[in-house]
């Protein structure tokens, strides 16, 4: 059966259009996957802590030396890492906020990088150990960026994704929702056009 995991990383609990746009891309997915299960991560509804020393002393302390503080960030962590590696499809809601992702997201992502995990060092160079999935990104932004010194968040989402493994990674945008309504309304459209050639 395929797994279609959805991440959200709005800010906002209500009305955010990647939100929106992602919700209506996994409900395709899962119309063209005859008995999809769906795993839906809400960053925004449960929120990950900031890397910070208690943190990153949870990830690399031994684990048979971990304090039960330790103990329970590090289960959080492989509990999502295990989440990812079960999924066949990726689904990621990324709003750009500020020219990049939301704190949201690049938390969730501070969470799943684990050296030995999900990615390796070797003689060659890194190797990412997510293999074999397919991720959509739906990017929300206010503006029009794409193709602009100002789109960060596409190629840091490339880099990180494919320096886990995942490669096999499809953008869809909404651009220049806030530049009135017609605008707006073309971002949706064209959206929609891209989740249903997905």
């Known amino acids: ?45 449960e929120p990950l802590p900031h890397l910070d020393d208690a943190v990153l002393g949870a990830f690399f302390t ?14 959080r962590s492989e509990a999502l890492i295990a989440e990812l590696q079960a999924a066949d499809i990726i689904v990621i809601g990324a709003p750009m906020y500020n020219f990049g992702i939301s704190s949201q997201l690049k938390t969730y ?26 991720v959509h990104v739906v990017s929300a932004r206010g503006g029009k960026y794409l193709g602009t010194p100002n789109d960060s968040q596409t190629p840091y989402l490339k880099s990180f994704l494919g320096f886990l493994g995942m490669t096999d990674v499809n953008f869809i945008y909404a651009e220049g929702l806030n530049m009135g309504p017609d605008a707006a309304t073309a971002a949706l459209a064209g959206a929609r056009e891209a989740i249903a050639a997905a």
Request: no cysteine; aromatic share 4%.
């Open 1 to 45: 059966m395929t797994t279609i995991l959805q991440i959200n990383s709005a800010a906002r609990s209500q009305g955010a259009n990647s939100t929106l746009l992602v919700n209506e891309l996994t409900a395709k997915l899962q119309q063209s996957n005859s008995g999809a299960q769906v795993v839906v991560r809400n960053l925004q509804a």
């Open 62 to 75: 031994p684990a048979d030396q971990r304090t039960p503080e330790q103990a329970a960030i590090a289960a």
């Open 109 to 134: 992502f501070d969470f799943i990088a684990r050296a030995g995990i999900t990615f390796q060092y070797t003689a060659n160079g890194p190797e990412g150990l997510v293999k074999g999935k397919k």
